[in-house]
């Protein structure tokens, strides 16, 4: 039988603290860029260019295809190469943070894109042509008109789909990034207190994720009231 | 101010319009009316180029609709639209609903906008809800809203597609008092819609479609007493006679 011992974790908080701030930093910045690359790759995808609806077709599909974690490794693996060849970056410096992020971000795009493009498919058309008729033209339409009602629908959706993409930045475990998990992790092993660390590590993964998920309930309920 | 030139559009091989030639002179109201999916919608779509056609032409002000050089968001913010369901923006108040058009696209101050606005709901007799949201107005406060909204761009005429069709029977003739006050001032109008006590009062003309085409264009006193095409005939029967 396992003897329990939580006395390693006090010391560790400040590490684990700023572990969490990885984490959370890889969170907020992918979310946004994530919504922002989803919208643009929704308008596309819904775009009569045709071009640009197959790019965006294409992208979603691909990306929805292969597992995050290969996402992660590939931009851990290859991207700093790329960028020390691009701009000259001296040999080694550490860019596992922003390709992290940079992997999230594009991985969740994908995701965020077929949220958004239901979203503005649920907009009913006769709004597009009443902004039409008043002389908008179309970015004027969707950015005045639609995409406000579009997302205004969205949040509970666009904020649950953050929640699933904070649990899954534990998987940046793969590039030895010390985030939240990363963190609880390598003091475990240091310790030799594993069990008790990923128990703790789990009991904070999910008063954060249950609490923010009551939250989005709650603002989704109050948006059917409304 | 409006003219049609053999005006045809198709789905694949449906024909929604065939052939459709008339012409509206300024401070004419045109009635529209037939029955359904006989392409009356469609047709006052294509004259603000909502609606794409294939074939012939529709030159509104001297511009064509067709010509895929004219700016059509130009065209479009002179030519007023109402629709069947309102399509007031439900994310805005209904001051704003009224601004928007104004600022975005004619680039009125936010103020001159807003005095504007607040004119236009004097007149539609809706001041009071300005700052009320589309969500809690009655249906045909919405629909005098969306009247209001089109003419605070200045339009050189307007278009109604079946503006009463998705109202509550009592509150049809609020809307078609504000469209007939317009009428009277010498608006130049285009209206779809099945009412035909107001076809009487305020229509110079009314326009039958069936099946796509213009079957009858005439004075409304002709159209009334003595309409040539059977069709319209039994038209006229079935809806006046009830």
């Given at each position: ?31 946004i ?13 819904l ?5 640009l ?30 960028l ?13 943070l ?5 992997g ?16 503005i ?15 908008m ?33 534990s ?18 092993d ?27 309930r ?9 | ?8 559009k ?27 999916g ?11 180029g ?76 809706l ?39 998705a109202?509550d ?16 001032e010498?608006?130049?109008?285009m ?5 035909m ?32 095409s ?13």
């Open positions: 039988m396992h003897e329990f011992d939580w006395s390693s974790i006090p010391n560790a908080l400040p590490f684990l603290w700023d572990g969490m701030k990885i984490s959370l930093e890889i969170t907020v910045t992918a979310v860029f994530g919504i922002v690359w989803g919208t643009l790759l929704a308008l596309m995808r775009s009569s260019i045709k071009p609806s197959w790019f965006a077709a294409g992208y979603v599909n691909l990306f929805r295809a292969i597992p995050l974690v290969m996402v992660l490794l590939w931009f851990f693996l290859i991207v700093p190469h790329l020390e060849s691009l701009f000259g970056l001296p040999r080694g410096s550490d860019m596992r922003s390709s992290a992020i940079a999230f971000a594009l991985f969740e795009a994908a995701y965020y894109s077929e949220i958004i493009r239901a979203g498919q649920s907009v009913p058309k006769g709004q597009m042509a009443a902004a039409s008729a008043l002389g033209t179309y970015g004027q339409s969707m950015r005045l008109v639609v995409l406000p009602q579009a997302f205004r629908n969205m949040v509970p959706l666009l904020l649950t789909q953050g929640i699933i993409l904070f649990q899954d930045t998987l940046v475990y793969v590039s030895a990034l010390a985030d939240f998990f990363g963190a609880a992790y390598k003091v475990g240091r310790d030799g207190r594993l069990v008790e660390l990923l128990l703790f590590a789990g009991a904070v993964y999910f008063v954060i994720c249950f609490t923010a998920s009551r939250i989005v709650y603002y989704q309920n109050k948006l059917k009231t409304a | 101010m409006i003219s049609m030139n053999k005006v045809s198709q789905y694949g091989s449906f024909h929604v319009l065939t052939d459709c030639t008339t012409q509206v002179q300024k401070g004419e109201v045109i009635v529209v009316c037939g029955p359904s006989s392409g009356k919608s469609t047709l006052i779509k294509c004259v603000n909502l609606e794409p056609f294939q074939s012939g032409e529709i030159i509104v002000n001297g511009v064509s609709v067709g010509d895929p050089r004219t700016n059509l968001s130009k065209l479009r913010s002179t030519v007023g639209m109402v629709f069947q369901n309102f399509e007031l923006f439900p994310h805005m108040s209904i001051i704003d609903n009224l601004g928007i058009g104004q600022t975005k696209v004619l680039g009125r101050s936010q103020e001159q906008a807003r005095e504007k606005g607040f004119k236009l709901l004097d007149r539609v007799g001041r009071e809800q300005a700052e009320k949201y589309p969500g809690q107005l009655s249906g045909g406060q919405q629909q005098r809203v969306a009247i209001a909204r089109a003419l605070a761009m200045d339009p050189i005429c307007m278009l109604f597609d079946e503006p009463t069709s109202l029977p009592e509150m049809v003739n609020e809307v078609l008092d504000v469209m007939t006050e317009l009428a009277q010498g608006m130049t109008m209206c779809v819609t099945h009412e006590g107001f076809a009487k009062r305020v229509a110079s003309r009314v326009i039958f479609m069936d099946q796509g085409r213009i079957v009858e264009d005439d004075s409304k006193e002709a159209f009334f007493e003595h309409a040539r059977e069709r319209a005939q039994q038209f006229l029967a079935k809806i006046l006679h009830h």
